[in-house]
């Protein structure tokens, strides 16, 4: 392929992933991973997206699920009852990180009275938590994406890599039987490190993530602990969870 047929798919897959790393780049085009580099160099040029470590991302992305203002707004009372919920499963003086996303984001407001050590890798949850005298806060670091409000890549997992928590409250992009799944590949590396030093995983998911994957796999499902989602999911996911030997509470 040329590298103008190269360059318009490359901008097709931004326009719909937002962010693409080099190997999946390199296998869709068929080409080698240096002249993968040159079409992203040429390209950031023309700003058409920014390179990042690992790959580029989207200039004017289109995907609304990676905006956090908006995700705010979606299933916004579910959310609320989800994240009261969650917030019962976690004691006081605990270790707890929480992952960026508007549901966490959510649960930490319920949390904000309460005395424990709180990991995020959110500036949103470090806002909630500006004003408290209870709350210890470790901010992770790393690269910012600004839409979700959150840090990412090397730096952030390094932090991570670092510490041991008690639990972790992660929100998710899709769940199905083979798994969790997000909706970009920037996204998955951090929490597959969050998975990695937490004792306790606690999932938070209106009953809408359920059945459909999102664009990159995460985790197999049964690192999952506890799932807390709302009275719209259907028979067929509480009976798989169940039989998976997952814990399930509805709010």
């Keep these: 392929m040329k590298a103008t047929g190269r360059h318009l798919r490359i901008r097709e897959l931004l326009e719909s992933q937002e962010f693409v790393d080099l190997e999946t780049l390199c296998r869709q085009l068929d ?17 058409v997206l920014k390179r990042v470590h690992g790959g580029a991302l989207a200039i004017k992305p289109r995907d609304r699920l990676l905006d956090f203002s908006w995700q705010s707004t979606r299933n916004a009372a579910e959310k609320q009852r989800i994240a ?3 917030a019962t499963l976690i004691e006081d003086e605990q270790t707890v990180i929480l992952d960026g996303g508007s549901t966490t984001a959510a649960v930490a407001a319920e949390l904000a009275n309460r005395s424990m050590n709180i990991i995020t890798n959110s500036l949103a949850i470090a806002e909630i938590f500006k004003n408290s005298r209870q ?9 910012l994406y600004p839409r979700l409000e959150i840090m990412l890549g090397p730096l952030c997992e390094n932090t991570l890599a670092g510490v041991a928590a008690d639990v972790l409250i992660m929100g998710i992009g899709g769940l199905t039987e083979e798994g969790l799944s997000n909706n970009n590949t920037l996204l998955v590396g951090s929490e597959r490190k969050m998975i990695e030093v937490a004792r306790k995983v606690i999932i938070v998911a209106d009953h809408t993530k359920f059945g459909k994957p999102a664009m990159a796999y995460l985790a197999p499902i049964d690192i999952v602990d506890v799932i807390v989602s709302d009275e719209g999911l259907a028979p067929e996911y509480r009976e798989m969870l169940q039989a998976k030997g997952i814990q399930i509470v509805l709010a």
Excluded: N
């Excluded at 991973?33 to 390209?43: C, G, P, Q, T, Y």
């Design 135 to 143: 709350i210890e806060v470790t901010l992770t670091g790393g690269y």
């Design 31 to 47: 080409t080698s991973e240096s002249s993968i580099r040159r079409d992203l160099s040429e390209l950031e040029q023309q700003r």
């Design 84 to 86: 009261k919920v969650a």
